[in-house]
């Protein structure tokens, strides 16, 4: 069926506009956080949360820490699965430490420069194309959000998590919105299955479609690392909310933070908590506990990763000043080897 004159120019009308639609739409919800953060701060009883942070137990540190590391070594093999998924032959033991580099300074300084700019530098040093290189980071995005999806849509369907009665989604639409999630992931498990077709061209860029198997750990390796990350917030809080809520309301703080495209969406997941465990802790406790969260899963790891990223680069500049060292070796040795024979 052939689109209309008209249908196509509302079509590309559409297009048009768009962009600055969603400019817009990103804005307001950014307004809107902002608002919120303003309100939160003048009603936050500060030295309750400073008196917080100041009596975590070792235990309770412990117990978070090993949930981020446990964390960390979960995100790790996403690229460990990417390897596979290509095929290329770098070994697993240099794979690790990039995608830890890549893993926390994504989440401290956005996907630009984590997930993208710094896996180009870095596996294009070791001799990956661009072409696996996009693979590989197109794999383990697909990982983070199936694990993502298929957790919160199950978690939304059964119940797990109850909206604050002020606001506009509902139970039911949170129900709705759940099946959806679940729905796209039987979708791509299937087409992993069973479709005849496993391979497609988009702007120049080759698109291969996991196996079931892969497809499947993908899966679980994604929501293993969203449920460990869950889990350092519950320790944080001081186990005072159960554990399936922490992981809810960590669902849907993690999609308003990717809304307003704020690293390590400031401020946003804060505004979440506070908003929908009101009623069961003070606003001061769920920031310290948020704030210690933080500092034990998102700035400890950055500064670890950039010591890591540095031995990484001194590595790589070692390796090309004996690479150039063998080559003027080589051009020496041609060198001799010519004047002998004149």
Same mark, same amino acid.
């Given at each position: 069926?052939?689109?209309?004159?008209?249908?196509?120019?509302?079509?590309?009308?559409?297009?048009?506009?768009?962009?600055?639609?969603?400019?817009?739409? +990103?804005?307001?919800?950014?307004?809107?956080?902002?608002?919120?953060?303003?309100?939160?701060?003048?009603?936050?009883?500060?030295?309750?949360?400073?008196?917080?942070?100041? =009596?975590?137990?070792?235990? +309770?540190?412990?117990?978070?820490?090993?949930?981020?590391?446990?964390?960390?070594?979960?995100?790790?093999?996403?690229?460990?699965?990417?390897?596979?998924?290509?095929?290329?032959?770098?070994?697993?033991? #240099?794979?690790?430490?990039?995608?830890?580099?890549?893993?926390?300074?994504?989440?401290?300084?956005?996907?630009?420069?984590?997930?993208?700019?710094?896996? @180009?530098?870095?596996?294009?040093?070791?001799?990956?194309?661009?072409?696996?290189?996009?693979?590989?980071?197109?794999?383990?995005?697909?990982? =983070?959000?199936?694990?993502?999806?298929?957790?919160?849509?199950?978690?939304?369907?059964?119940?797990?998590? +109850?909206?604050?009665?002020?606001?506009?989604?509902?139970?039911?639409?949170?129900?709705?919105?759940?099946?959806?999630?679940?729905?796209?992931?039987?979708?791509?498990?299937?087409?992993?299955? @069973?479709?005849?077709?496993?391979?497609?061209?988009?702007?120049?860029?080759?698109?291969?479609?996991?196996?079931?198997?892969?497809?499947?750990?993908?899966?679980? /390796?994604?929501?293993?690392?969203?449920?460990?990350?869950?889990?350092?917030?519950?320790?944080? /809080?001081? #186990?005072?909310?159960?554990?399936?809520?922490?992981?809810?309301?960590?669902?849907?703080?993690?999609?308003?933070?990717?809304?307003?495209?704020?690293?390590?969406?400031?401020?946003?997941?804060?505004?979440?908590?506070?908003?929908?465990?009101?009623?069961?802790?003070?606003?001061?406790?769920?920031?310290?506990?948020?704030?210690?969260?933080?500092?034990?899963?998102?700035?400890?790891?950055?500064?670890?990763? %950039?010591?890591?990223?540095?031995?990484?680069?001194?590595?790589?500049?070692?390796?090309?000043?004996? =690479?150039?060292?063998?080559?003027?070796?080589?051009?020496?040795?041609?060198? %001799?080897?010519?004047?002998?024979?004149?």
């Amino acid at each position: 069926m052939t689109a209309t004159p008209n249908e196509e120019h509302s079509q590309s009308t559409w297009r048009r506009r768009w962009p600055l639609v969603k400019k817009v739409l +990103t804005y307001a919800f950014f307004v809107l956080v902002t608002v919120l953060l303003v309100s939160l701060a003048r009603k936050l009883d500060w030295g309750e949360v400073w008196h917080t942070l100041r =009596n975590y137990s070792a235990q +309770t540190l412990l117990l978070a820490g090993v949930s981020a590391a446990g964390s960390y070594v979960v995100y790790c093999f996403f690229d460990v699965l990417g390897k596979r998924y290509t095929g290329h032959d770098i070994p697993v033991r #240099q794979v690790l430490p990039i995608t830890f580099v890549c893993y926390a300074f994504n989440l401290n300084l956005s996907a630009w420069v984590g997930g993208i700019a710094l896996r @180009y530098r870095l596996y294009s040093r070791l001799g990956l194309r661009p072409s696996q290189i996009t693979r590989v980071f197109t794999l383990s995005l697909l990982t =983070n959000w199936l694990g993502y999806m298929w957790l919160a849509g199950l978690i939304f369907v059964l119940g797990g998590i +109850t909206p604050p009665s002020g606001w506009e989604i509902g139970m039911g639409a949170l129900r709705v919105l759940g099946a959806a999630l679940l729905l796209a992931c039987l979708v791509y498990l299937g087409l992993c299955g @069973y479709s005849k077709r496993r391979e497609w061209s988009i702007r120049g860029h080759d698109i291969r479609l996991p196996s079931l198997r892969m497809a499947l750990v993908q899966m679980v /390796l994604g929501a293993v690392n969203w449920g460990l990350m869950a889990l350092v917030v519950y320790f944080m /809080l001081s #186990q005072k909310v159960a554990y399936p809520e922490v992981l809810g309301i960590l669902m849907i703080s993690s999609i308003a933070g990717v809304i307003t495209h704020i690293p390590a969406g400031l401020g946003v997941i804060e505004a979440v908590f506070v908003a929908m465990l009101a009623d069961e802790m003070s606003r001061g406790a769920i920031v310290a506990g948020l704030i210690g969260y933080r500092v034990i899963y998102f700035l400890i790891p950055l500064l670890l990763a %950039t010591a890591v990223y540095v031995a990484l680069e001194a590595g790589a500049k070692r390796l090309r000043g004996r =690479n150039q060292g063998a080559q003027t070796d080589d051009g020496s040795a041609a060198g %001799t080897s010519g004047a002998g024979q004149r």
